[in-house]
């Protein structure tokens, strides 16, 4: 499968790289954890691994629960998402171009070595050691910049950021624990409502309520396991219940970037090849 791009991930930035490739021709693979834990999970493929599809934008993400089905759904012409945390599956595929948009901001065991064109999404990968290239994600003006010899910005450091975080108000987990959803995604809440409840072992339950009056931009799936300072959750005050269900001008961007990027390299490989021929 020459057309073939295996992600690693399937969160909000996946996705948006996911549904930019496979409207431009591209087959394109996910591969994603058993219980994935991305919040705004009304634009994310990863929902697929727990409901079997997933509708983003009118394109539809399927989950294959083997290597063999997933070859055939992928033939027809369908974006997949498979459980393969360790891309095990990589061995057999032989892919020539993967990219790693789990967004962990460090590298979770993504090389050079397994794919002819490697792409890395955010920090935590060095261009030209880890993979052929990086896609800077930190908001502001190189947001999108394709590096190919370093590494993207820690975005904790910038004020872009910081300034983000101040619009939109993040819940952490104070405690382990399974989580028993109380609304929907883009539901309007105020501030002290429980939107969200903590089973913990022994029978004890904590109550999530809302730090502040907004629209619940995110929220883990239900019976999802979390960890304690897991972010679980995300109001936003000051964005519109539509924006929670379309793909953010951030994924858009960088997404474009991740297209940019392998035609540059497809360019590049042929006229290598042509080059190549007339010598021969």
């Not at 799936?221 to 793909?247: F, M, W, Y």
Request: proline share 4%.
């Amino acid at each position: 499968m020459k057309k073939l791009v295996v992600i690693r991930g399937g969160g909000e930035l996946a996705t948006g790289i996911a549904h930019r490739l496979h409207n431009t021709g591209f087959q394109v693979l996910m591969l994603e954890k058993a219980a994935p834990s991305a919040i705004r999970r009304d634009i994310v493929f990863a929902e697929a691994v727990y409901d079997g599809e997933k509708k983003v934008e009118r394109t539809i993400c399927t989950r294959a629960d083997s290597l063999h089905d997933a070859e055939k759904m992928l033939k027809n012409g369908q974006i997949v998402i498979m459980v393969d945390p360790e891309a095990d599956c990589l061995q057999k595929l032989k892919p020539r171009i993967l990219i790693d948009a789990i967004y962990a901001k460090r590298n979770m065991g993504t090389y050079m070595d397994m794919a002819d064109f490697t792409v890395a999404i955010g920090p935590g990968f060095v261009a030209g050691r880890d993979v052929n290239c990086v896609i800077e994600t930190t908001r502001g003006h190189n947001l999108g910049r394709i590096i190919y010899e370093g590494q993207a910005l820690p975005e904790k450091e910038t004020v872009e950021l910081r300034a983000l975080m101040r619009a939109s108000h993040s819940i952490n987990a104070p405690c382990d624990g399974y989580l028993e959803a109380g609304h929907p995604l883009s539901y309007i809440v105020k501030k002290d409502e429980v939107i969200a409840k903590l089973n913990m072992d022994g029978g004890n339950v904590f109550e999530i309520k809302a730090p502040v009056e907004g629209v619940l931009r995110g929220l883990l799936h239900d019976g999802c396991p979390v960890r304690t300072g897991l972010k679980i959750a995300e109001i936003d005050p000051s964005t519109q219940p539509a924006n929670c269900t379309t793909i953010s001008a951030k994924s858009r961007c960088i997404s474009g970037s991740v297209l940019e990027a392998i035609m540059v390299w497809e360019n590049s490989h042929a006229k290598k090849s042509r080059f190549l021929e007339k010598v021969n």
